[in-house]
């Protein structure tokens, strides 16, 4: 049994708390700028770059300031004051989106073990299931996120915006307020009374004389599969690709299921191996590590294959409206852009391929650490260029907002993982997977 150390208790409540004080200490800083500073920041950028440019057309539409934005400056002015606005509450939402994915991730590959009936991973089970317990608390969060936040990240919430921009309006039957939070909820509630139920099967599995309840978590996981699958690409809509609404790909749903299954498996593999560094989880060797870092190789190669097949497609036709996505990044964002292709894709693969090294406990720490800094990245990449143009920066708003959902998360999957033995005792595979060498 694990117990929840004071001392990682108590850091992760000073996490949380230096998170909050730094979030709102940029929030407090950025809503007292206005549009005289801005003004006398622009007019010092074109002293030292010359003429001022508007980074992305789209959120110029947001503020109802594309046809004015290059040419009037008081209007520029203040689209640029706006995406100052708009940065904490940006940067808050992608902390909370990140932390969130992480444990939506870990429930899909645990629902994929039960579905398959994989022998290897049982021993893995109550990590994921410490993992999965981020679900609902995490999503509660990125939906109040998205409440606090409204049209400083969604500009179809901003009914100014709505009535002046026609394409907006041919899909308002979908982007408005009470859909987005109903349909949330929904996604919410399916995924959690999965995760409950499966959890509570495997922990019933314990003490049972047969296999009624793995069977029983076989089922469900299945019917959850399906669920997730359409749902994971509605909620990918809704609460990322929508900061674009001019903006769509078909390809977008897998790629942030990409991204999401790639950073579940490699916080499952951290945090088991820091349980292994305190003495625990003895039964995890080295071929259930090399599995785990296999996966984290695989998905990262999966990932790639979606993001070029994307870019590649969209860059190639050359359509203005598609075209746009790709262009604004690569303009802007040329450090957070290029720096996370080389996080997510050349990292991993050159340090993971070796299958000797899948086995080394720091080194699969050390990819998975640049993993996760590379995919929040992604997700930063797919907000930011949306909601603050130019504007953009790694400061006290983004830091702290990493900080405090760090602090939660570790709090809440700390505390599951406290609550019942780490060993999935019940389940007819666990001998299997005990004995997995290869």
Not at 144 to 159: K, V
Not at 312 to 322: K, T
Not at 343 to 353: D, E, H, K, R, T
Not at 408 to 419: D, E, G, P, R, T
Request: glycine share 6%; charged share 15%; aromatic share 18%.
């Amino acid at each position: 049994m694990y117990k929840f150390s004071n001392r990682l208790k108590i850091t992760a409540i000073v996490l949380m708390v230096l998170g909050a004080l730094g979030w709102f200490m940029s929030y407090n800083a950025s809503h007292h700028v206005g549009i005289e500073q801005v003004k006398e920041l622009l007019a010092d950028e074109a002293a030292h770059h010359g003429a001022g440019h508007d980074a992305h057309a789209e959120v110029a539409v947001a503020h109802n300031n594309t046809q004015d934005a290059h040419h009037n400056p008081d209007a520029h002015a203040e689209h640029v004051m706006h995406q100052i606005h708009n940065r904490p509450y940006s940067a808050l939402y992608v902390a909370a989106f990140f932390f969130f994915m992480i444990a939506l991730g870990a429930l899909a590959f645990y629902g994929i073990q039960f579905a398959a009936q994989a022998g290897w991973s049982p021993v893995l089970f109550r990590v994921m299931e410490g993992i999965t317990y981020y679900v609902l608390p995490g999503g509660l969060m990125v939906l109040l996120a998205a409440f606090i936040g409204g049209d400083h990240i969604f500009i179809w919430m901003d009914p100014e915006v709505v009535a002046h921009d026609e394409l907006i309006q041919g899909k308002a039957g979908w982007l408005n307020k009470s859909g987005f939070f109903i349909r949330g909820f929904i996604f919410l509630a399916g995924w959690s009374v999965y995760r409950y139920f499966a959890r509570k099967f495997s922990l019933a599995q314990d003490v049972a004389n047969d296999n009624k309840n793995f069977k029983k978590s076989f089922r469900i996981s299945a019917a959850f599969l399906v669920f997730y699958i359409y749902t994971e690409s509605m909620m990918s809509w809704d609460w990322i690709m929508s900061v674009d609404p001019h903006w769509f790909s078909t390809l977008f749903g897998w790629y942030v299921f990409a991204s999401m299954f790639v950073s579940g498996i490699t916080v499952i593999a951290l945090i088991t191996i820091y349980l292994k560094s305190k003495g625990l989880m003895t039964f995890v060797n080295d071929s259930h590590m090399h599995d785990l870092a296999k996966f984290m190789f695989a998905i990262s190669i999966f990932w790639t294959y979606l993001w070029f097949s994307q870019f590649m497609l969209i860059w190639y036709a050359d359509i203005p409206e598609e075209v746009t996505y790709y262009a604004t990044r690569i303009a802007d964002y040329k450090l957070p852009f290029f720096g996370m292709l080389i996080m997510n894709f050349i990292f991993p693969f050159l340090v993971l391929m070796n299958s000797d090294y899948k086995r080394i406990p720091w080194f699969i720490v050390m990819a998975g650490v640049v993993i996760l800094a590379g995919h929040y990245l992604d997700v930063y990449n797919m907000i930011m260029p949306a909601t603050v143009g130019d504007r953009w920066g790694f400061g006290l708003a983004e830091l702290g907002s990493i900080l405090f959902f760090a602090g939660l998360f570790i709090l809440i999957v700390f505390y599951a993982l406290s609550k019942e033995s780490l060993l999935a005792k019940g389940n007819p595979f666990i001998k299997e997977s005990e004995h997995f060498h290869y």
